[in-house]
């Protein structure tokens, strides 16, 4: 009995996230076509990687803080230490505003000198993504501290259904009045778009949040909170960002053209990914809660429940792909169509994630973040080496061959830490314990 309420609670808040990733997808994936016919591959490219670069920095300036939050926020929360929550979500706060500031200034100065937009087109679409950096990180920053809380409308909502659907919108608007936009235009909307988004999620955050903490006064432990954020900070963005990083190397070895390809093959089975970061969001916090408690074998169910779901839906995903994948891309240009190949390569990898179950994630909440840092440095090294050898050779199937090793064999190194550290198998292959009974308990 307690198995099946188990099973419907993972599957009822996975719902939440699922249905907000799937409008989202869909809205994604329609500005994505919708720009591939307006402003073209070249356009498209440039947009892409400039977001990518984007995406990636506020990742950096957010230091891990959204990660280590879980632990952090969800362990001084059960301990009634609201100080240490009012202390960690402002400093936090304040730290990744001004490295974003810093960044941004930093790159753009670099951009202007080395590249300067007269000359290099592309710099001035990175130049408007950088303008929308502080923004980005602070609203990535609300979404890390309502996951904590597990307040999953305000993580599944605002920046994979709200953000994808007023980008859409606007769009929508400007094609319909006549307009006929570049890709730096198209960038100054998404940053329009962020700004709105984060203006809304603060006004409905910040008075709960408020009243949550009821006026504690915040209590600060900065050093402890860098020195456990900072290896996340490395495996956030290798492993929260992959696709964006491969994006990147794909327009520096290959060009614009071959970028606006990979990266519609890459967000089409990434469709796939929507499913898995829908059962994660929601199990992830309660595998922190069982960890603290020190219940391995509800850790253990749990996880092993979790991913028998996401290799289920990512198997029937592929599946959807193999069979329907031309015609999806097609939907982009007829130019799309040889990403093919890549877009089943990079669905496998799917599979492959989903079956490994989200190693890397346990060994941060769990305290063994530094466990996860020389896998995610190895990745990367390996990530740049394969595509530098296969993506002048192969294009877009060279990277897409890249990105299934890496992820096959970095999944595998943090199968086995987790084993070895935490002593559960988060895989497909993973025990099921039983529960207990209801009716023992009672009695």
Same mark, same amino acid.
């Given at each position: 009995m307690r198995g099946e309420v188990e099973s419907r609670a993972v599957a009822g808040g996975s719902l939440l996230f699922f249905g907000g990733r799937v409008v989202g997808a869909a809205a994604t994936f329609g500005v /994505?076509?919708?720009?591939?016919?307006?402003?073209?591959?070249?356009?498209?490219?440039? #947009?892409?990687?400039?977001?990518?670069?984007?995406?990636?920095?506020?990742?950096?300036?957010?230091?891990?803080? +959204?990660? *280590?939050?879980l632990r952090f926020i969800r362990e001084r929360w059960n301990a009634a230490d609201r100080s240490g929550v009012a202390g960690f979500i402002r400093r936090t706060r304040q730290i990744s505003l001004g490295a974003s500031l810093a960044l941004a200034a930093g790159c753009a100065t670099v951009i202007t000198v080395l590249w300067p937009p007269a000359s290099h087109p592309g710099s001035a679409v990175i130049l408007v993504a950088l303008a929308g950096l502080p923004a980005l990180t602070l609203l990535r920053h609300w979404i890390g501290v309502a996951h904590a809380f597990g307040w999953f409308r305000y993580v599944a909502l605002p920046m994979t259904v709200f953000r994808p659907l007023l980008f859409l919108a606007l769009l929508a608007a400007i094609w319909m009045l006549g307009g006929d936009p570049s890709a730096t235009q $198209?960038? %100054?909307? /998404?940053? %329009? $778009?962020? $700004? *709105?988004?984060?203006?809304?999620?603060?006004?409905?955050?910040? +008075? !709960?949040?408020?009243?949550?903490?009821?006026?504690?006064? +915040?209590? #600060?432990?900065? !050093?402890?909170?860098?020195r456990t954020s900072g290896p996340l900070l490395f495996v956030s963005v290798f492993n929260g960002f992959f696709p964006e990083i491969n994006v990147i190397l794909v327009g520096l070895l290959a060009g614009e053209g071959h970028v606006a390809v990979f990266n519609a093959g890459i967000r089409t089975a990434f469709l796939i990914g929507f499913a898995l970061q829908a059962v994660d969001q929601v199990t992830l916090p309660n595998v922190s809660t069982l960890f603290a408690s020190g219940n391995r074998v509800g850790m253990q169910r749990l996880l092993t429940l979790a991913t028998r779901m996401k290799f289920a839906a990512a198997l029937a995903g592929m599946l959807v792909i193999a069979v329907f994948g031309e015609r999806i891309l097609a939907v982009f240009g007829e130019d799309f169509v040889e990403g093919h190949r890549a877009l089943l390569i990079l669905s496998l990898t799917q599979v492959v994630r989903a079956a490994i179950g989200p190693v890397d994630q346990i060994l941060g909440l769990t305290g063994h973040q530094d466990a996860s840092l020389i896998a995610s440095g190895a990745s990367l090294a390996a990530i740049l080496a394969l595509d530098a050898i296969l993506v002048p050779a192969f294009g877009v199937v060279g990277a897409a061959i890249g990105v299934l090793v890496v992820t096959t064999l970095s999944s595998m190194w943090l199968l086995f830490l987790v084993v070895r550290h935490i002593g559960v198998i988060p895989s497909l292959f993973g025990p099921m314990p039983c529960a207990p009974s209801t009716s023992t308990a009672d009695s």
């Open positions: /994505q076509v919708f720009l591939a016919r307006w402003i073209g591959k070249s356009g498209l490219g440039r #947009y892409v990687e400039a977001f990518a670069w984007c995406l990636i920095l506020s990742d950096v300036a957010l230091l891990g803080f +959204p990660f *280590a939050g $198209v960038m %100054a909307c /998404q940053v %329009a $778009v962020i $700004v *709105a988004v984060l203006i809304g999620l603060t006004t409905v955050m910040a +008075p !709960r949040l408020r009243s949550q903490l009821d006026g504690a006064q +915040p209590a #600060y432990a900065t !050093r402890l909170w860098l």
